[in-house]
């Protein structure tokens, strides 16, 4: 495999010779690490320009500056900025119709005080699959503040496994931008990567979550503040969809494509004479990421808006207003799937990747080293995601589904690792928590970096059990 990824780099019309092109890609990463971490400039902006740095430092001629740029933004939000909006409608319909706090209530509702660290993290898991990570701490802070203060817990105790269940979800499943991204660039089956995901990500946030939680109590042992804003009351009064209805639609798109996954590796799409499997072939077009999240948001919105009684103009204002919040990230993702399409065309991918076989390291480990690398860099854990997916992307080309898939995982293990001063959500979380700096290295900091940790050696385990590594 050295041998075909060394020619690869060669094929390259307008690469350098390797000193160059490695220089290169230290030269752009570092442009977009400056540029984000000294100057404040936007990621969108942080992406583009250092691509065209490591563009023009690799040699590729100026006219073709922004060519791999370009194919590789149009392709990245193809792919993966459908899959982002739909997301996001289904969780502002979920928010709006009142079924996220329906689930919270629910679950809450059947906890013990002694349980309550459990009850979040289970919480944060579910409704985390649809969320994005920061939608899911606006949504759960003030549940937490508020069940802090009715059980007399201290706040760590119970928001810390609240944390854990968002971060993980954010960083190991799908639809959430970071794997998919991940998923895109090296070439993994999305329905795989979903299964192994949640598997992994169980284990992580308990880890991370409860049983941390307990001793990061003891060293923040603070009570839960009045929530931003002082009220506590919900956006929606009146009916709201039953638990049932509102748990299944958050799971619907995670089966339908766990379905797929299952009927490519189990049933034939043929008979023995030759005829077509109608079935087998509707259930693969039923989990296919497109299909899956559209009709769960035909669904949300049928089960969230018109039995709400809502008017289809206030159901057409929801799903917009789902739509302009995620403009930034969509832009994000684009000009990071251009950077990635950047050092994969210039060649340079190919080559790191090839060092890093020659080396003996193995991929899931070096493609965790990479992503936490860049994350304790540029603070960035989207960032983080694709400069290790393009890097590790020619390794992968050659792996089986279930590596490619554990690859995916460990990367984005690595985009979480060591939340710091230079990441929005050690800010987002320490004035929420009302803590001071110090309480939130200790507590978010620390959490990061043991959800990380714990997730790349679940991963490791599963390949040696599957005989990948």
């Keep these: 495999m050295t041998h075909t990824i060394l020619a690869a780099a060669d094929a390259v019309p307008h690469a350098g010779?390797?000193?160059?092109?490695?220089?290169?890609?230290?030269?752009?990463?570092?442009?977009?690490?400056?540029?984000?971490?000294?100057?404040?400039?936007?990621?969108?902006?942080?992406?583009?320009?250092?691509?065209a740095v490591l563009?023009?430092?690799?040699?590729?001629?100026l006219a073709d500056t922004f060519t791999a740029f370009t194919s590789g933004l149009g392709s990245t939000i193809g792919d993966v900025g459908t899959l982002i909006a739909f997301g996001a409608i289904i969780g502002k319909l979920l928010i709006d119709s009142g079924g996220a706090d329906q689930i919270v209530d629910t679950i809450l509702d059947h906890t013990s005080a002694s349980r309550l660290p459990w009850a979040m993290a289970l919480i944060a898991f579910v409704v985390g699959i649809p969320l994005f990570f920061e939608v899911g701490i606006v949504l759960l802070i003030p549940v937490v503040m508020m069940v802090a203060r009715r059980a007399r817990q201290p706040l760590v105790l119970v928001g810390v496994p609240a944390l854990a269940g968002l971060s993980a979800l954010h960083g190991l499943v799908p639809p959430h931008p970071g794997p998919l991204i991940a998923i895109d660039a090296v070439g993994a089956n999305l329905g795989i990567t979903l299964g192994f995901g949640l598997l992994v990500a169980?284990?992580?946030?308990?880890?991370?979550?409860?049983?941390?939680?307990?001793?990061?109590?003891?060293?923040?042992?603070?009570?839960?503040?009045?929530?931003?804003?002082?009220?506590?009351?919900?956006?929606?009064?009146?009916?709201?969809?039953?638990?049932?209805v509102s748990i299944s639609v958050v799971l619907l798109p995670v089966l339908l494509m766990l379905m797929r996954t299952v009927v490519e590796t189990l049933v034939e799409t043929k008979s023995p004479d030759g005829s077509s499997n109608p079935l087998a072939h509707f259930a693969l077009f039923l989990g296919q990421p497109i299909v899956a999240l559209l009709l769960t948001v035909l669904v949300a919105i049928l089960v969230f808006g018109v039995r709400m009684g809502d008017t289809a103009d206030e159901i057409s204002a929801r799903v917009g207003g789902a739509l302009g919040p995620i403009a930034g990230i969509l832009l994000i993702v684009g000009a990071g799937g251009g950077f990635k399409q950047t050092l994969i065309e210039s060649g340079i991918a190919t080559i790191i990747a090839g060092w890093l076989e020659q080396a003996?390291?193995?991929?899931?480990?070096?493609?965790?080293?990479?992503?936490?690398?860049?994350?304790?860099?540029?603070?960035?854990?989207?960032?983080?995601?694709?400069?290790?997916?393009?890097?590790?992307?020619?390794?992968?080309?050659?792996?089986?589904?279930?590596?490619?898939?554990?690859?995916?995982?460990?990367?984005?293990?690595?985009?979480?690792?060591?939340?710091?001063?230079?990441?929005?959500?050690?800010?987002?979380?320490?004035?929420?928590?009302?803590?001071?700096?110090?309480?939130?290295?200790?507590?978010?900091?620390?959490?990061?970096?043991?959800?990380?940790?714990?997730?790349?050696?679940?991963?490791?385990?599963?390949?040696?059990?599957?005989?990948?590594?």
């Design 55 to 61: 563009a023009l430092v690799a040699g590729i001629p």
């Design 360 to 469: 003996a390291v193995p991929a899931l480990l070096a493609g965790w080293l990479v992503a936490v690398a860049v994350r304790l860099a540029t603070g960035s854990a989207t960032v983080a995601t694709i400069t290790a997916a393009g890097i590790m992307a020619p390794l992968a080309s050659d792996m089986p589904p279930v590596e490619a898939a554990l690859l995916v995982l460990a990367i984005g293990a690595g985009s979480v690792f060591l939340s710091h001063v230079n990441d929005a959500g050690f800010w987002l979380v320490k004035e929420y928590f009302g803590m001071t700096v110090g309480q939130t290295f200790k507590t978010w900091s620390l959490m990061e970096t043991i959800l990380s940790v714990t997730a790349l050696v679940v991963v490791l385990v599963l390949a040696l059990l599957l005989g990948v590594l």
């Design 17 to 51: 010779n390797d000193l160059q092109l490695i220089l290169a890609a230290l030269v752009g990463i570092a442009t977009i690490i400056v540029l984000i971490v000294w100057t404040k400039v936007h990621p969108f902006l942080a992406l583009t320009l250092g691509s």
């Design 202 to 244: 169980i284990p992580t946030v308990i880890v991370a979550g409860p049983l941390s939680a307990r001793l990061m109590a003891r060293w923040v042992p603070i009570e839960a503040p009045a929530p931003l804003g002082g009220s506590e009351q919900r956006e929606r009064s009146g009916a709201r969809p039953s638990f049932g």
